[in-house]
């Protein structure tokens, strides 16, 4: 398949891209420190912004369109603007992260920000304040992946040894850390959570994940938060008491994973065609 366009701007390599909710924006973080806003409608670059002082490693897009959020080596994420080419928010600084920010995510409200580091911690921030809500903690090696859920009460943060906590973000509260089948340590590089039916039930969820091996696993959410609100604690149980599926890709390496609108599961990775 052959490329619609070609977008020219960055000098390094891209870690990351996301696209606008309406699929008319594309935004992108690089080796080069910068974070670009791209439209695709004219497959051009509107907009550069170059405050960060070392690589981006992840960018994602508003659900509400409007911001861009950004996380760096220098510690900080920043929330953008197209309006603007200086950052709106920047959220580190004193009570922020000793490392790199690995990765963050939007709540569906756009009212908070998430961000997850190489400090093996996952901070919560009010995006109308730019202050920090919630530090919470748990895993033993740098957060590498986070997802949330569509109701936005929980959370999913992943590392870089395959182990994976789910959090109630709503009280703060450690729900549950699970320590993924098969992974060989290898680092939960993506994770999304299924939609649910309605914000009155947001048990009916699932979350799939991937640690660029040859497959996905599907995992039982409603069964461990159900099991921890009975006991009232963190519970450490094996993995197997949750995992509903792993559905294998032969030879292909499975880098993203993301549910559409209508639960539909898409899954990418890196072809290796047969010699």
């Known amino acids: 398949m052959n490329p619609q366009a070609k977008l020219l701007g960055h000098c390094g390599p891209v870690f ?8 008319k924006w594309l935004v992108s973080g690089s080796e080069d420190c910068s ?8 497959p051009s670059c509107i907009m550069s912004f170059n405050e960060h002082d070392g690589p981006v490693w992840d960018v994602q897009y508003c659900p509400l369109e409007y911001y861009m959020l950004s996380s760096s080596y220098d510690r900080t994420a920043r ?33 908070m920000v998430i961000t997850g580091s190489a400090d093996k911690t996952i901070k919560i921030w009010d995006v109308g304040k730019g202050k920090k809500m919630a530090d919470l903690t748990g895993h033993d090696a740098s957060i590498s992946s986070l997802a949330i859920s569509s109701t936005g009460r929980y959370l999913a943060s992943g590392d870089e040894k395959g182990s994976v906590i789910l959090w ?19 680092p939960i590089i993506s994770m999304a959570f299924s939609n649910a039916v309605s914000k009155e039930r947001c048990d009916d969820i699932i979350l799939v994940t991937c640690c660029n091996e040859n497959y996905i696993s599907l995992w039982n959410i409603q069964e461990a938060l159900h099991e921890t609100e009975s ?4 519970a450490m ?29 898409l899954a990418g990775g890196i072809y290796n065609s047969p010699e």
């Open 168 to 186: 109630d973000i709503k009280y703060g509260e450690h729900v549950k850390k699970i320590k993924m089948l098969k992974t060989s340590n290898q």
């Open 16 to 23: 990351s891209t996301n696209n606008s909710p309406d699929f």
């Open 231 to 234: 006991k009232h604690k963190l």
């Open 237 to 265: 149980n094996s993995a197997d008491n949750y995992l509903i599926k792993q559905y294998n890709t032969k030879d292909t390496p499975v880098i993203d994973v993301q549910f559409t609108r209508r639960n539909l599961l």
């Open 35 to 42: 974070v670009r806003l791209w439209s695709l409608d004219y």
């Open 79 to 111: 929330l953008w603007t197209s309006k603007q080419n200086k950052s709106v928010r920047i959220f580190g600084g004193d009570g922020g992260h000793n490392e790199d920010v690995t990765c963050s995510v939007f709540t569906p409200d756009a009212l």
